[in-house]
Nanobody, 126 residues
Framework: QVQLVESGGGLVQAGGSLRLSCAAS????????MGWFRQAPGKEREFVAA????????KFADSVKGRFTISRDTAKNTVYLQMNSLKPEDTAVYYC???????????????????WGQGTQVTVSS
Protein backbone atom coordinates (compact mmCIF):
# COMPACT_ATOMS: atom_id res chain seq x y z
CA GLN A 1 0.00 0.00 0.00
CA VAL A 2 1.28 3.44 -0.97
CA GLN A 3 -0.20 6.74 0.14
CA LEU A 4 0.60 9.85 -1.86
CA VAL A 5 0.16 13.46 -0.80
CA GLU A 6 0.78 16.32 -3.20
CA SER A 7 1.59 19.89 -2.28
CA GLY A 8 2.93 23.02 -3.88
CA GLY A 9 0.15 24.06 -6.22
CA GLY A 10 -1.08 27.60 -6.50
CA LEU A 11 -1.65 30.60 -8.71
CA VAL A 12 1.19 31.90 -10.84
CA GLN A 13 1.55 34.24 -13.78
CA ALA A 14 2.49 32.97 -17.19
CA GLY A 15 6.24 32.52 -17.43
CA GLY A 16 6.53 31.76 -13.74
CA SER A 17 7.54 28.62 -11.91
CA LEU A 18 6.16 26.24 -9.34
CA ARG A 19 7.49 23.13 -7.70
CA LEU A 20 5.11 20.36 -6.79
CA SER A 21 5.97 17.76 -4.19
CA CYS A 22 4.60 14.27 -3.73
CA ALA A 23 5.33 12.66 -0.40
CA ALA A 24 4.92 8.91 -0.39
CA SER A 25 4.31 6.79 2.65
CA UNK A 26 4.69 3.07 2.56
CA UNK A 27 7.57 1.23 0.99
CA UNK A 28 8.73 2.51 -2.39
CA UNK A 29 10.43 -0.37 -4.16
CA UNK A 30 13.08 -0.01 -6.79
CA UNK A 31 10.92 -0.97 -9.77
CA UNK A 32 8.15 1.48 -8.98
CA UNK A 33 7.48 4.29 -11.42
CA MET A 34 6.29 7.57 -9.97
CA GLY A 35 4.28 9.73 -12.32
CA TRP A 36 2.62 13.09 -12.57
CA PHE A 37 -0.64 13.54 -14.43
CA ARG A 38 -2.93 16.50 -14.85
CA GLN A 39 -6.57 17.08 -15.59
CA ALA A 40 -8.07 20.31 -16.82
CA PRO A 41 -11.82 20.99 -16.59
CA GLY A 42 -13.71 19.06 -19.24
CA LYS A 43 -10.64 17.15 -20.34
CA GLU A 44 -9.29 13.69 -19.73
CA ARG A 45 -6.46 13.07 -17.34
CA GLU A 46 -3.16 13.24 -19.20
CA PHE A 47 0.39 12.13 -18.60
CA VAL A 48 2.91 14.82 -17.69
CA ALA A 49 6.09 13.14 -16.48
CA ALA A 50 7.37 9.99 -14.80
CA UNK A 51 10.46 8.73 -13.10
CA UNK A 52 11.77 5.24 -12.34
CA UNK A 53 12.55 5.07 -8.66
CA UNK A 54 15.59 2.85 -9.10
CA UNK A 55 17.75 4.80 -11.47
CA UNK A 56 15.84 7.98 -11.87
CA UNK A 57 15.30 7.68 -15.63
CA UNK A 58 12.60 10.06 -16.76
CA LYS A 59 9.92 10.49 -19.39
CA PHE A 60 7.98 13.61 -20.33
CA ALA A 61 4.98 14.55 -22.36
CA ASP A 62 5.92 16.52 -25.46
CA SER A 63 3.93 19.49 -24.19
CA VAL A 64 6.20 19.96 -21.18
CA LYS A 65 9.60 18.87 -22.49
CA GLY A 66 12.24 21.47 -21.82
CA ARG A 67 10.06 23.25 -19.27
CA PHE A 68 9.34 20.64 -16.58
CA THR A 69 11.72 18.39 -14.70
CA ILE A 70 11.02 15.49 -12.38
CA SER A 71 13.27 14.36 -9.59
CA ARG A 72 13.24 12.36 -6.38
CA ASP A 73 14.68 12.40 -2.91
CA THR A 74 14.97 8.78 -1.86
CA ALA A 75 15.71 9.69 1.76
CA LYS A 76 12.45 11.62 1.96
CA ASN A 77 10.41 9.30 -0.26
CA THR A 78 9.40 12.38 -2.21
CA VAL A 79 9.02 13.10 -5.89
CA TYR A 80 9.17 16.64 -7.26
CA LEU A 81 7.84 18.26 -10.39
CA GLN A 82 9.63 21.49 -11.18
CA MET A 83 7.56 23.52 -13.61
CA ASN A 84 9.17 26.47 -15.37
CA SER A 85 7.97 28.80 -18.11
CA LEU A 86 4.41 28.03 -17.18
CA LYS A 87 1.65 28.69 -19.68
CA PRO A 88 -2.09 29.21 -19.18
CA GLU A 89 -2.66 25.83 -20.83
CA ASP A 90 -0.77 24.19 -17.96
CA THR A 91 -3.70 25.07 -15.70
CA ALA A 92 -5.07 21.85 -14.23
CA VAL A 93 -5.27 19.70 -11.16
CA TYR A 94 -1.99 17.84 -10.91
CA TYR A 95 -1.91 14.31 -9.53
CA CYS A 96 0.93 12.17 -8.33
CA UNK A 97 0.63 8.46 -9.02
CA UNK A 98 2.53 5.22 -8.50
CA UNK A 99 2.87 2.31 -10.90
CA UNK A 100 3.96 -0.62 -8.76
CA UNK A 101 3.76 -3.31 -11.43
CA UNK A 102 6.01 -1.80 -14.05
CA UNK A 103 8.18 -4.41 -15.74
CA UNK A 104 9.49 -2.50 -18.73
CA UNK A 105 9.22 0.88 -20.30
CA UNK A 106 7.51 3.67 -18.44
CA UNK A 107 3.77 3.64 -18.99
CA UNK A 108 1.86 6.83 -19.68
CA UNK A 109 -1.76 5.73 -19.35
CA UNK A 110 -3.53 6.53 -16.08
CA UNK A 111 -4.92 3.00 -15.83
CA UNK A 112 -1.40 1.64 -15.31
CA UNK A 113 -1.02 3.52 -12.04
CA UNK A 114 -2.57 1.92 -8.97
CA UNK A 115 -2.12 4.62 -6.37
CA TRP A 116 -3.07 8.29 -6.62
CA GLY A 117 -2.82 11.39 -4.54
CA GLN A 118 -5.68 13.79 -3.98
CA GLY A 119 -4.38 16.34 -6.47
CA THR A 120 -3.20 19.91 -6.22
CA GLN A 121 -4.53 22.82 -8.26
CA VAL A 122 -2.19 24.76 -10.52
CA THR A 123 -3.56 27.91 -12.11
CA VAL A 124 -1.53 29.95 -14.58
CA SER A 125 -2.85 33.39 -15.38
CA SER A 126 -2.13 35.15 -18.65
Amino acid sequence: QVQLVESGGGLVQAGGSLRLSCAASGRILSWYVMGWFRQAPGKEREFVAALKWSGGSTKFADSVKGRFTISRDTAKNTVYLQMNSLKPEDTAVYYCAADTKNVGSTRVVPAAYEYWGQGTQVTVSS
